[in-house]
C-alpha cells in the first residue's frame, strides 16, 4: 500500500520567514495531493490541493510544488504569521480511489 | 452551505460495549469517509461510502463497520470496543471522492 513520508516532524520559525514541509510517497498511481491544516482541538482543513498534472499551484501565501519523477511534493508558507501554528497534514490519492493517505504530520510553531 | 457535522461530540463507553457514530455531510455531497485519528499512528482510513455502498475500504478489523443512508448521512459502529479504540473519530464529505472535507469529530474514551 501507500506510504508518505513527512518531514520535519516539527518547525519553528520566526514570524515573517517562510517554512516548508515535504512529504515523499510510494505509489505512482497516486494523483491527488492536498494539505491540511490542523489547529488544536479543531477538525483538519483543506488549504491547498495540487493534481498529478500541473507542477504548481499557489494561494496567496502558501503554494505547493509537485515532482511526480521524484515522487515527492512541497507545501510552502511565505511570510508566516503566528495563526499559521498549526499541525500541517500531507495526503496522497490514487487514481479512482477516495482513500486518503496522510502523513504523519508537522506541528508549525510561528514566534512573534 | 452547512459543513460537515458530527454526533456525538464525546463520548465514554467501557471495554467490551459498542458505539455507534453518527456524520450529515455537506449538502449534496455523496461521499463520506470516515478516519481514525490518535497520537501514534496519525489519521487512518477506516471506509468510505457513495451512494449507500462501500466504495473503499482501510486495513481496519471486522469490529469496524458504516452504512450510509439514503439522504448520505452516515453512520459507522464499532461492537466490542478495546482499549486501543480510543481515538478521534472524523468523518470526512465529499462531492467526487477527492477534496474532502472534514466534520469536527467524536472523541471516544474507552475504559
Known amino acids: 500500500g501507500e506510504n508518505v513520508e513527512q518531514h520535519p516532524s516539527t518547525l519553528s520559525v520566526q514570524e515573517g520567514d517562510s517554512a516548508v514541509i515535504k512529504c515523499t510517497y510510494s505509489d505512482s498511481a497516486s494523483n491527488y495531493f492536498p494539505w491540511y491544516k490542523q489547529e488544536l482541538g479543531k477538525r483538519p482543513q483543506l488549504i491547498i490541493d495540487i493534481r498529478s498534472n500541473v507542477g504548481e499551484k499557489k494561494d496567496q501565501r502558501i503554494a505547493v510544488t509537485l515532482n511526480k519523477t521524484a515522487k515527492h511534493f512541497s507545501l510552502h508558507i511565505t511570510e508566516t504569521q503566528p495563526e499559521d501554528s498549526a499541525v500541517y497534514f500531507c495526503?496522497?490519492?490514487?487514481?479512482?480511489?477516495?482513500?486518503?493517505?496522510f502523513g504523519k504530520g508537522t506541528m508549525l510553531l510561528v514566534s512573534p | 452551505k452547512a459543513g460537515v457535522t458530527q454526533t456525538p461530540r464525546y463520548l465514554i463507553k467501557t471495554r467490551g460495549q459498542q458505539v455507534t457514530l453518527s456524520c450529515s455531510p455537506i449538502s449534496g455531497h455523496r461521499s463520506v469517509s470516515w478516519y481514525q485519528q490518535t497520537p501514534g499512528q496519525g489519521l487512518q482510513f477506516l471506509f468510505e461510502y457513495f451512494s449507500e455502498t462501500q466504495r473503499n475500504k482501510g486495513n481496519f478489523p471486522g469490529r469496524f463497520s458504516g452504512r450510509q443512508f439514503s439522504n448520505s448521512r452516515s453512520e459507522m459502529n464499532v461492537s466490542t470496543l478495546e482499549l486501543g479504540d480510543s481515538a478521534l473519530y472524523l468523518c470526512?464529505?465529499?462531492?467526487?471522492?477527492?477534496?474532502?472535507?472534514f466534520g469536527p469529530g467524536t472523541r471516544l474514551t474507552v475504559t
Open positions: 495526503a496522497t490519492q490514487p487514481s479512482g480511489y477516495s482513500t486518503l493517505t
Open positions: 470526512a464529505s465529499s462531492l467526487t471522492g477527492d477534496e474532502q472535507y
